[in-house]
């Protein structure tokens, strides 16, 4: 079946340590996002990529980073600079196609990160 | 710079009730296509419904429908005869042309009630 997977779906980390959080779709789709949601809050936007080895900062960059060296896979990684990591990620995928500019954003399951 | 706002935090209903979600948003481009989707507390986040700008028909399907008004920048969601299994939170957003940079609105919290 068709769609994104995040891994793992909770995870602890210790304060001053990295940690990667993994995302995969097998949608065939160019662009891919991070969103951060924090308790009763909105998305906001962290990094997105349209092609492969390019991505751009969203709204709240500082602190993570990113890389797209495949098409398929988008991980996202948490620094130790990121002051409050505590919170929910999302990953989406979508096509860019300007044929289909109106296909909707497909989303992970997402992964919950609490800092211990 | 485009923008979408839910100015509805939380609204509770009790089941049966109509509710209707509202959703603002701003763009300059001319085309733009507009998305509902549905967050249940499982955290991942369910397609509802896409609207491109050139089609302002409003929508039905089941117990929702889209009321898409261009003139007021507004795509509002109702829902009739909630229910229980309504409760999530909802999100509007907004794509510009090139399908790229979704922009979400802050969300709003659903409670039905029994």
């Known amino acids: 079946d068709g769609g994104i997977t995040q891994s793992p779906k909770y995870l602890f980390r210790k304060e001053g340590q990295n940690v990667t959080l993994s995302c995969e779709q097998n949608l065939n789709h160019d662009a891919m996002y991070w969103y951060r949601q924090d308790p009763g809050q909105g998305l906001r936007l962290i990094y997105y990529?349209?092609?492969?080895?390019?991505?751009q900062k969203g709204d709240i960059a500082e602190g993570y980073s990113v890389s797209r060296e495949k098409k398929e896979s988008f991980p996202l990684t948490v620094t130790s600079a990121q002051k409050n990591p505590t919170a929910f990620y999302l990953c989406a995928s979508s096509m860019t196609d300007r044929a289909y500019p109106d296909t909707e954003a497909f989303f992970g399951q997402g992964t919950r990160l609490t800092v211990v | 710079a485009q923008k979408v706002t839910q100015a509805q935090t939380e609204i509770s209903v009790v089941e049966k009730e109509d509710v209707t979600l509202d959703c603002v948003y701003e763009?300059?481009?001319?085309?733009?296509?507009l998305f509902w989707y549905k967050q249940p507390p499982s955290g991942e986040l369910v397609f509802l419904i896409r609207r491109n700008s050139f089609d302002e028909q409003n929508e039905i399907s089941g117990r929702y429908s889209w009321n898409f008004q261009k003139s007021t920048s507004s795509f509002n969601f109702t829902i009739t005869a909630s229910q229980v299994v309504d409760s999530a939170v909802y999100f509007c957003?907004?794509?510009?042309?090139?399908?790229?940079?979704?922009?979400f609105g802050p969300g709003t919290r659903l409670s039905v009630l029994p």
């Open positions: 763009t300059r481009d001319t085309t733009y296509y």
């Open positions: 957003a907004l794509v510009d042309n090139y399908g790229q940079n979704f922009v």
């Open positions: 990529s349209q092609i492969v080895n390019d991505f």
